[in-house]
């Protein structure tokens, strides 16, 4: 109120203190937990700025202490980032109803939880606009590291998109197993040439029921927060610049940056250099 102009024997006189504790305070050293709070606010900005603004208090509070091994509670850090007013963006799920013919049993059955690499890989398509006109984007991912392994762009969905996405997948992490294949009924999953390059691979095709978006919530929940962290965050003027953004997306943020809330906070290329040696075993 003093340094708005108000006099300082007003200004004490309606805030209950004294003016001999104003001018003491004015002259006092900061005290080492402000200088702290100060220092760990420069720190959360950071994490901030580094998350493409996307952390809230619960994954900045994971990379300040796993990532730069700071000791502090959770609840300094949303002190903290209310006070500086940093915030993370959040948003509803938003599910696509795809109709199909099923090709193949649900050999999932909204279990997806795994112990080990290349069990079980879920697979769905997205769709955002532009100016010029849509880009699908279709997405492999294995739900055990939540690592994305196959993925491909393209302004057509059709059975070409699933197929390249697919194939991507297996050229990267050649399984050995009985992998299962899991996606939805649409027809592009129901195509000749997806089945039949995911047969002749040895892996084994899954479908949910129609129009079930919990019969694949894994992609489901990765689409959600791809929306919020990047497809709605503007407007995309031509294919190729969304297209970049979204290689961008998968390849260096979601699988290099982003901390996982299932994976113990870590990234998916984190968890896989942690468990690999015991899976491998």
């Known amino acids: 109120m003093a340094r708005r102009g108000l006099p300082v024997q007003l200004a004490c006189r309606v805030l209950a203190v004294s003016e001999s504790g104003y001018y003491a305070r004015r002259s006092r050293a900061p005290s080492p937990r402000s200088i702290r709070h100060a220092w760990i606010t420069d720190v959360i900005r950071q994490s901030h700025a580094a998350s493409r603004g996307t952390y ?15 000791a502090i509670g959770h609840e300094a850090v949303e002190m903290l980032m209310r006070r500086a007013g940093v915030q993370g963006i959040s948003g509803r799920p938003r599910f696509r109803h795809v109709p199909g013919v099923a090709t193949a049993m649900d050999r999932v059955e909204r279990q997806f939880h795994r112990d080990h690499r290349d069990e079980l890989w ?54 050995s197993g009985a992998t299962v294949i899991h ?29 079930d978006c919990f019969d694949n919530a894994v992609i489901e929940s990765f689409w959600s927060r791809m929306q919020v962290e990047l497809l709605n965050r503007k407007r995309w003027s031509t294919r190729i610049e969304l297209a970049s953004a979204i290689f961008d997306y998968l390849e ?13 906070m870590l990234t998916p290329v984190e968890f896989e250099a942690l468990h690999l040696p015991t899976t491998a075993a």
């Open 56 to 70: 809230g208090a619960r994954r900045i509070h994971a990379d300040l202490t796993l990532g730069r091994g700071i």
């Open 122 to 175: 879920v697979t769905d398509i997205t769709e955002h606009p532009t100016r010029e006109g849509k880009v699908y984007c279709a997405v492999v991912l294995d739900a055990w590291s939540r690592r994305v392994v196959g993925w491909s762009i393209d302004s057509t969905p059709g059975a070409a998109l699933v197929t390249n996405a697919l194939g991507m997948a297996i050229e990267q992490r050649r399984p």
């Open 252 to 264: 260096i943020f979601h699988n290099r940056q982003r901390r996982h809330s299932s994976l113990s």
């Open 183 to 211: 996606s939805d009924q649409g027809t592009q999953f129901t195509s000749w040439a997806f089945t039949r390059r995911a047969i002749d691979s040895g892996l084994l095709p899954s479908m949910g029921s129609v129009g």
